[in-house]
Structures are given as C-alpha cells and as structure tokens.
C-alpha cells in the first residue's frame, strides 16, 4: 500500500466536505419509537473514556484522538457536528484494533503498532485526509439503529462526505444475522459491525467496525 497515494487519493475527497453542511440538516428517519430521542452526543461518549492510548483493541482511543486532532487544527471543520447532539446521525466508528491494522498495512510493518504508533501513523496522512476519512464514517440526518440495520441489507448510506457505503446483512455459520459495511475499496476486507447501539435511545447512534472504512478503491 503506497502511502503517498493513500494521502493524496483520500484528501481529494476532503473538498466534498462542503456537502456536508447541506446533508446534516436532513431530518432523522423514523425510529419506530414514540419517545423523543435524547441529544446525548457522540463526542461525549467517546471523551468520557479516560484512559487514553491502552492495550484494549476494542475501544476508540485512536478514534477519540483523531476527531480531537481535527477539531483542533480545523475548528469549523464538518466533523463538529459529533459534538451536537441535536443532529440525527448513525456513526460508524473503527475501533483501535481496526486502525492498528491500517496502519500496519500503511507502513507495511510485520507487527501490529500500539495506538499510541498507529494514531502517529494515521495523523502522519495529513489533517485533511483524516477528516476526509471521518467524514466516511458518518451518516448524517438518519438515526439507524441495530433493528433497522438488519433490515437494511443492499441499502446504499451517503456519508458526510458525500460518497456511498453499502449495506451488507448476512447469516454467521450459526444462523445469526451479521452487518458488513462495502465501500470504495474492492481489495481489502469489508469492515463488520462487531458492537451495536452505542449511545441508544439518542439521536446520535453508533456501531463498532472491526475494519477503517476506505473512500477510494487500493490496489
């Protein structure tokens, strides 16, 4: 994997960031719910984790750091609206381990870094292709909760940034329903939704991929 091209392919999708500000007004989908949703946002669930750069592979630290680095060199940027609760959005968030693996495959290194080492790697890309990738992970004006997203199978989601990622329901050898998420990138493993419903009964919902979502197509 080029990093050089990895930087300069993502970062071209940063300019549809404008979209965003269109797209985040749109109003939630039904929720099937007859009690308001609470404005709980997404950033402060990430933030109330303390903890920092650990050994747990299924937090977001990496994640937590990353949006922080955005908002801090790109105040206005549109990954702000995390930390609006009053925006309906559904959320895809990678988790350590998920960014520990891009990166290893960035730096084609043989070990697994620690976060602290793949947050390096991951911010080394450049601020604008950061929150290019961001934005890919959110779905702005749509509360998708664990029930709508196993009906969602063949649904196509446009992101915050303005491209599509679609949804793929399929059944573990056991039976049980799983999501995978299909996006630009036709070479690498699809990322699966391994922890539903964080932040439930708010407008802002989350799901935990074990993969970082890719806007563009890596040979």
């Not at 990166?103 to 929150?131: C, H, M, N, Y």
């Not at 039976?175 to 964080?198: E, G, Q, S, W």
């Amino acid at each position: 994997m080029n990093i050089a091209r990895l930087a300069t392919r993502i970062a071209a999708g940063a300019t549809a960031t404008v979209l965003a500000s269109a797209a985040l007004g749109a109003p939630a989908q039904a929720h099937g719910k007859t009690k308001p949703l609470g404005t709980k946002s997404l950033a402060a669930v990430l933030t109330a984790d303390k903890s920092g750069f650990d050994r747990n592979s299924k937090d977001f630290d990496v994640l937590t750091a990353a949006v922080l680095a955005v908002l801090d060199a790109k105040p206005a940027s549109p990954v702000k609206v995390l930390t609006d609760g009053t925006v309906a959005l559904t959320a895809f968030l990678p988790t350590d381990g998920a960014f520990r693996q891009l990166a290893q495959e960035v730096s084609k290194s043989r070990k697994l870094p620690t976060e602290k080492a793949a947050f390096t790697t991951v911010a080394g890309l450049g601020i604008d292709t950061v929150e290019a990738v961001l934005l890919y992970h959110v779905v702005p004006g749509a509360t998708v909760d664990r029930k709508a997203a196993l009906k969602a199978d063949g649904a196509k989601l446009t992101t915050a940034a303005g491209s599509t990622i679609t949804v793929d329901v399929y059944r573990a050898w056991w039976r049980t329903k799983k999501v995978a998420l299909i996006d630009a990138d036709r070479n690498d493993r699809n990322p699966r939704v391994v922890a539903f419903d964080i932040n439930k009964g708010n407008k802002q919902i989350a799901h935990a991929i074990d993969r970082v979502l890719r806007p563009v197509d890596l040979p």
